[in-house]
T-cell receptor, first 114, second 115 residues
Framework: QKEVEQDPGPLSVPEGAIVSLNCTYSNSAFQYFMWYRQYSRKGPELLMYTYSSGNKEDGRFTAQVDKSSKYISLFIRDSQPSDSATYLCAMKNAGGTSYGKLTFGQGTILTVHP | DTGVSQDPRHKITKRGQNVTFRCDPISEHNRLYWYRQTLGQGPEFLTYFQNEAQLEKSRLLSDRFSAERPKGSFSTLEIQRTEQGDSAMYLC?????????????FGPGTRLTVL
């Protein structure tokens, strides 16, 4: 079983829809939670960064972390065609020897059609 | 452009050949990471450096893989005796240790195809 599970989709929504993406994880040592966006044949680009449980909002994006359920979410409001990409969740420990290592989900492919 | 750069962007090689990739991190960043990403999967951690010290290496990294960061600036990743299973995107990232977030910024990747 993978440490981080993410539904690969693909997910197709109309422009303006609210998109919900999520990941579950099994390692209770994870303390930092990130969402990256990756366009085809490009490197991942950081969207959101959250420490421990709670919500964080940045423009049209909201990240939620529920450590008790080992579940994280990313919501995209008023989705645009330019949001079409692969969305990757990533996590890391707070310290210890594996502090630097990010563990990624499989990625969810999102298409927003006009 | 002051982001992470990688060279080459694409590499096609024959099975059994050696290949070397280069990564130039963001200039003030002291941590440098290598990941591998295969089609339809998220990036997998390979190794990381703080300055010139290699602090962690994944068990996935066979003896054919070696990484260096000799002066704590750029890094190279070498794959010896390439196999078809090595075909993947090799991603480099860098970060500044000491900050709470220690955000990793990724380069565009080097796409390796082993024939």
């Amino acid at each position: 079983q993978k440490e981080v599970e993410q539904d690969p989709g693909p997910l197709s929504v109309p422009e303006g829809a609210i998109v919900s993406l999520n990941c579950t994880y099994s390692n209770s040592a994870f303390q930092y939670f990130m969402w990256y966006r990756q366009y085809s044949r490009k490197g991942p680009e950081l969207l959101m960064y959250t420490y421990s449980s709670g919500n964080k909002e940045d423009g049209r994006f909201t990240a939620q972390v529920d450590k008790s359920s080992k579940y994280i979410s990313l919501f995209i409001r008023d989705s645009q065609p330019s949001d079409s990409a692969t969305y990757l969740c990533a996590m890391k420990n707070a310290g210890g020897t594996s502090y630097g290592k990010l563990t990624f989900g499989q990625g969810t492919i999102l298409t927003v059609h006009p | 452009d002051t982001g992470v750069s990688q060279d080459p962007r694409h590499k096609i090689t024959k099975r059994g050949q050696n290949v070397t990739f280069r990564c130039d991190p963001i200039s003030e960043h002291n941590r440098l990471y290598w990941y591998r990403q295969t089609l339809g999967q998220g990036p997998e951690f390979l190794t990381y450096f703080q300055n010139e010290a290699q602090l962690e290496k994944s068990r996935l990294l066979s003896d054919r893989f070696s990484a260096e960061r000799p002066k704590g600036s750029f890094s190279t990743l070498e794959i010896q005796r390439t196999e078809q299973g090595d075909s993947a995107m090799y991603l480099c990232a860098s970060s500044l240790a000491g900050l709470r977030t220690d955000t990793q910024y990724f380069g565009p990747g080097t796409r390796l195809t082993v024939l």
